[in-house]
């Protein structure tokens, strides 16, 4: 302080003025600190001196306070200055009440608002991944608001407190003592190893003390106001406590100071300096406990009291108050004086401001106390060169230094490891500077719970920062600590309980080395090599009539549409692929239309030869070419809207445990039903159809077979939908290729092989019986001409023509004529 103001009152900045001083020692007690505020302000009686309204009444001599390092002595002087609006400045009290304009109007400080330090340890105690802490603070103002501030803070950092616990503000508490052993013991029963001390330094000086005597170490976040206290860093067995992180004011040196230190005079004539005398007499002075300490070095004795603070030059000098040394620059906190510097500089550049134009200054001093509060708080002042100014608030906005204690040093030093920037909310630290005071030297772990390993999730408790380890289900997996949730394996992976990974499932699909697929595929071989053979019969004898019979050219239509679906038998079997997936289905949907549209145009020949049989007079005026390709038409377009909207794609089914089923989904069930819901349509017709003809009185009647053939088809086919619907595993494709096997056998059986039989065993005799069929039609043809000679020739010989065209469109052998004669007709039955 007398530093600062030297050199202003040295300095060029207030030409023809001097400022002068008043320096008090409040003893840190507040009773004390307002008995000196008023002895500062005889002006002030508060009897004769009533506040008023424009604060213009009483000028003090004094014109600022540059006070007190406690934020409750401060709010006690405040409450005295800030009635007549005195300008403040503290160089410590970092209260965030003191922030409040309206309560502290005349309060300005030159450290920052507390909410900055309790937003650093935040960020500090989250850095190092702690979520499990304990905080003691003292029962003022600067304690409960901090301890407030650290609560709310951690809930963003999502830190949770172990215990929050007051101490008495001052040691000579009467209920001091039993408060420290109940901290004790509720550090001893805590598992937080990490714990916020916000109190001064005697009281932290005490709390060490037990808790050194009952061996408990933790690792402790100090605040401004002991992370650099000597006296707490000094402690005997401090290294015991364990480690200790601290935040401690960004500061400066201030120009010139330390060889003001080392060149203590006394004062100017005229002025007085106690304390500079007493720390003279204390270092230098000879006094009696030195001199027995002397003589007892000097007799040899293995153990002599050191006293405090004294010097080797004590009792060598002459004159105390001239001898120095290097004692205050090794042991000072150098943020002190550069907080004080800047509040003294601030000062005088305000005074600057009013009292001088031009490099002159009025050397009236009846400045206002209003006119000078009012140039504080807007001034721009220098120290060092470096420019300052106060927020709105009255406060500062300088960062913080991060220290860390290296205790195990000696003396014990502190040293600075990282930052914090109050203005971007920045923390930085240098982790490698860090010394913890551990076994390993590591982080100190403080969590609620141990991590939680992989394989494991966390399951949180009532206390968000507490939590239980939870093994993975089935099928899931964590693979680093403490994971929130575990995660699903991916389809084609699976995983036990408690899983840090996922191991590949086996993939499972209907193979064909499966000894029922290759059943299968025999019995689809088996077919095709029939087919083929009837076919090289039929082409061999593709001019009979029996080729005829059997639907001419529309045979070879069948056996091709047969052997379609076989092969596509084979898409069933075997790995599916996207592709596989998107042609099997609609091949086997167009493959077995087309087979079943043959049979229609067989099954419309034979119903219209019945109603023929009943006398009906019915023409068929079709083309079964373009009968043909309509119906299969219609499926083709049902199955290409099926594959563009919605096609059948490759499916993984993980419900087995280790096992991945891959099959086709068929995309659209919906279209899937109405390709099978088609070919049904199509069958039950022939159905209808052939029931119709079933009294066709011929010994191969082609109706029987169309209707059984039908009838296995609709069989098989309505079989099939439940039990495909609840198969879910690889033999889903195995139904689907029984059915159709079974549906190709059954055309085959019933279609082809009596048609194969007539071919090759019984040609001569379908031979005689057409040729009898023809006499027969000759007979009739001239019968109907002479009944045409006797009545209307032209009506009978149209009847006669029609009859012939309808009768060459079916097979002879199949026609029974009503008017033929009864013993042409036992002919016709003999064979």
């Keep these: 302080m007398i530093y600062a103001i030297e050199r202003i009152n040295n300095s060029t900045l207030l030409p023809g003025i001097k400022l002068g001083y008043e320096i008090y020692d409040s003893c840190s007690d507040v009773s004390k600190a307002v008995q000196l505020t008023v002895k500062l302000f005889p002006e002030l009686d508060a009897w004769n001196n009533l506040p008023s309204c424009n604060n213009t009444e009483v ?112 040691v000579g508490h009467p209920s001091m003592q039993k408060n420290i052993d109940n901290l004790i013991s509720e550090l001893k029963n805590s598992t937080a190893n990490v714990v916020i001390v916000v109190a001064k330094g005697p009281i932290v000086i005490k709390l060490f003390q037990e808790a ?86 000097d007799s040899l004795a293995k153990k002599c009291s050191p006293v405090k603070m004294k010097s080797a030059l004590a009792c060598k000098v002459k004159n105390v108050s001239l001898a ?12 002190t004086p550069y907080r004080v510097s800047l509040a003294v500089a601030a000062i005088g550049q305000s005074l600057q401001n009013i009292l001088c134009r031009n490099g002159t200054c009025i050397k009236n001093m009846n400045v206002s106390q209003v006119e000078l509060l009012k140039e504080i708080r807007k001034v721009q002042f220098f120290l060092n060169s470096d420019p300052y100014t106060f927020d709105e608030n009255g406060d500062f906005s300088s960062g913080y230094d991060i220290i860390n204690w290296h205790t195990l040093l000696r003396p014990p030093v502190y040293t600075a490891v990282g930052q914090y920037n109050t203005s971007t909310s920045e923390l930085r630290v240098d982790e490698t500077l860090l010394f913890w005071n551990t076994k390993d030297d590591n982080i100190p772990f403080s969590d609620c719970n141990k991590p939680c390993p992989p394989g494991y999730y966390k399951k949180h408790s009532l206390i968000s920062c507490c939590y239980e380890c939870i093994p993975c289900p089935e099928d899931h997996f964590s693979s680093e600590t403490d994971m929130t949730e575990c995660t699903k394996c991916p389809g084609h992976q699976w995983s036990n309980n408690g899983s840090s990974r996922c191991e590949n499932r086996t993939v499972e699909y ?47 239509l069948l056996i091709a549409s047969l052997l379609l679906s076989l092969v596509d038998t084979g898409f069933f079997i075997g790995q599916p692929s996207d592709i596989i997936c998107k042609i099997r289905q ?11 549209s043959c049979i229609v145009i067989k099954s419309l020949n034979i119903f219209v030869a019945f109603q023929s049989t009943k006398g009906g007079n019915i023409h068929l005026k079709y083309q079964p070419a373009a009968l043909l390709s309509g119906l299969t038409a219609f499926q083709l377009c049902l199955c290409l809207i099926w594959i563009i909207l919605k096609s059948p794609f490759v499916k993984e089914i993980d419900t087995k445990p280790k096992v991945l089923i891959l099959q086709c989904d068929e995309g659209s069930y919906v279209a899937f039903g109405m390709m099978l819901g088609y070919t049904g349509i199509l069958a039950f017709t022939n159905f209808i159809l052939a029931f119709n003809g079933k009294k066709l009185q011929n010994r191969y009647n082609e109706a029987w077979c169309i209707k059984f053939s039908m009838l296995i088809y609709l069989f098989v086919w309505t079989i099939f939908i439940p039990i495909y619907i609840n198969t879910s595993d690889v033999y889903q494709s195995a139904v689907q290729v029984i059915a159709m096997l079974a549906s190709i056998y059954g055309v085959i059986a019933c279609q082809l092989l009596p048609s194969l039989y007539i071919i090759l065993f019984k040609r001569r005799k379908i031979r005689r019986i057409r040729n009898m069929n023809n006499l027969l039609n000759l007979s009739k043809t001239r019968i109907s001409k002479l009944s045409l000679e006797n009545r209307n020739g032209a009506f009978s010989s149209a009847t006669s023509q029609q009859d012939g065209r309808h009768n060459s469109f079916l097979p002879q052998d199949k026609i029974n004529f009503r008017s033929t004669k009864q013993t042409v007709r036992r002919r016709h039955k003999s064979y």
């Design 212 to 297: 050194i005597r009952m061996n408990i170490s933790r690792t402790w976040i100090a605040t401004d106001v002991w992370s650099t206290s000597r006296e707490v860093l000094n402690m005997k067995d401090i290294d015991k406590v364990g480690a200790v992180l601290g935040l401690m004011f960004q500061a400066k040196l201030v120009e010139g100071f330390t060889e003001y230190l080392q060149n203590l005079q006394p004062p100017p004539y005229g002025a007085t300096n106690s304390f500079l005398e007493e720390y003279k007499n204390i270092r230098f002075g000879c006094t009696k406990d030195y001199r027995k300490f002397l003589e007892c070095m």
């Design 586 to 596: 609609p091949l086997y949907g167009i493959g077995f239309t087309l087979c079943l």
């Design 59 to 170: 000028t003090p001599t004094v014109k600022a306070v540059v006070e007190e390092t406690f934020s409750e002595l401060s709010i006690a002087i405040s409450r005295i200055l800030s009635l007549h609006y005195i300008p403040q400045i503290s160089t410590a009290s970092s209260a965030p009440s003191l922030s409040d304009k309206l309560r502290f109007p005349s309060f300005l400080r030159t450290v920052p608002n507390d909410k900055h330090q309790t937003r650093a340890i935040a960020k500090l105690i989250r850095t190092f991944g702690w979520n499990w802490v304990g905080i003691i603070a003292s029962d003022d103002d600067y304690g409960c608001s901090a301890a407030e501030l650290l609560n709310a803070y951690f809930k963003e950092e999502r830190i949770c407190t172990a215990f929050s616990k007051t101490i008495p503000s001052y």
């Design 510 to 556: 209907f193979q064909r080395n499966n000894p029922f697929a290759i059943t299968l595929m025999s019995f689809a071989a088996f077919a095709i090599l029939l087919l083929l053979m009837i076919g090289i019969v039929f082409i061999n004898y593709r001019d009979t009539s029996a080729i005829k019979d059997a639907g001419g050219n529309y045979s070879y």
């Design 324 to 335: 120095n040394d290097d004692y205050l620059v090794e042991h000072i906190e150098w943020s």
